[in-house]
């Protein structure tokens, strides 16, 4: 899609304007990881520092908490900033009847729920597949 790619080094600019707007103590890459690491977060300071100066990609959510953390920022302009839903909410619990689930079931809806969150993953049409598979349609018969 044009209108993505052409958003794009905008985004990492406005992430990284954010980032650095926020960081008004000056902080080095490598003491934010430093800190972050403290927190528990596992944040390395290469990470750290492609972030600060746009040279990075799309965030995941445990960069972004790590990041927030140190620079005590709220996770909601984070996530507006990196074009992501900037709405907090609980970590997803599911529901109780979840426990019967095996191993391998909890497995597959975990990666359902990362497809879902994962751009262009879940909606892009893999080879050989029809127009009408992307769209949810029915297949039209194999002549």
């Known amino acids: 899609m044009p209108g993505r790619a ?7 600019k406005s992430l990284s304007e954010l980032l650095q707007a926020a960081n008004t103590e000056g902080l080095s890459a490598r003491s934010i990881a430093r800190q972050a690491q403290a927190l528990g977060y596992s944040l390395n300071h290469d990470t750290a520092a492609r972030y600060l100066r746009g040279d990075h990609g799309r965030p995941d959510e445990d960069t972004l908490l790590a990041l927030a953390s140190v620079l005590k920022l709220p996770l909601a302009p984070l996530r507006k900033a990196a074009q992501l839903p900037s709405e907090v909410t609980e970590p997803y619990r599911p529901p109780p009847e979840a426990s019967r689930l095996s191993r391998r079931q909890r497995r597959a809806v975990d990666e359902v729920i990362r497809a879902m969150l994962e751009p262009g993953r879940a909606t892009s049409a893999g080879p050989g ?3 009408a598979a992307r769209r949810g349609d029915a297949e039209p018969p194999n002549r």
């Open 6 to 12: 052409a958003a794009w080094p905008t985004l990492v």
């Open 129 to 131: 597949r029809s127009r």
